[in-house]
């Protein structure tokens, strides 16, 4: 466990030096309102620092596609993992989550990278 914490540490240092500025922005569903005929949502944002980049081209599958990018953030600095319901802003630019993943060490997240789509 201290491995995975002291990993824990120092991808958070790494992303503050290195990475720039997003917004995770989580997206929650409320209620229905049957009069409106409409479902209330409730926006959560976190801003973190993370590095982004272009995915490959020999990454690109039916999943991803080009023009993709990748995030990679720090997991401690979150509260939550995100998921594939979340938006991610960047310079204007909202993306979608497409896929997201987990990097661990003995069963403790590290970094999540997630995939987005504008």
Avoid at 2 to 31: C, D, N, P
């Amino acid at each position: 466990m201290a491995l995975a914490g002291s990993l824990q540490k120092i991808a958070s240092k790494l992303m503050s030096k290195f990475g720039g500025v997003a917004t995770i922005r989580r997206v929650t569903t409320g209620a229905y309102n049957p009069t409106t005929g409409t479902v209330s949502e409730t926006t959560t944002d976190t801003a973190v620092r993370g590095v982004l980049e272009d995915v490959s081209l020999r990454e690109v599958n039916d999943l991803i596609q080009a023009g993709d990018k990748r995030l990679l953030i720090a997991a401690a600095d979150i509260a939550n993992a995100p998921t594939t319901a979340d938006e991610v802003l960047i310079d204007g630019t909202t993306y979608q989550a497409v896929q997201v993943r987990t990097i661990e060490q003995d069963n403790t997240p590290i970094t999540y990278e997630l995939i987005l789509r504008a």
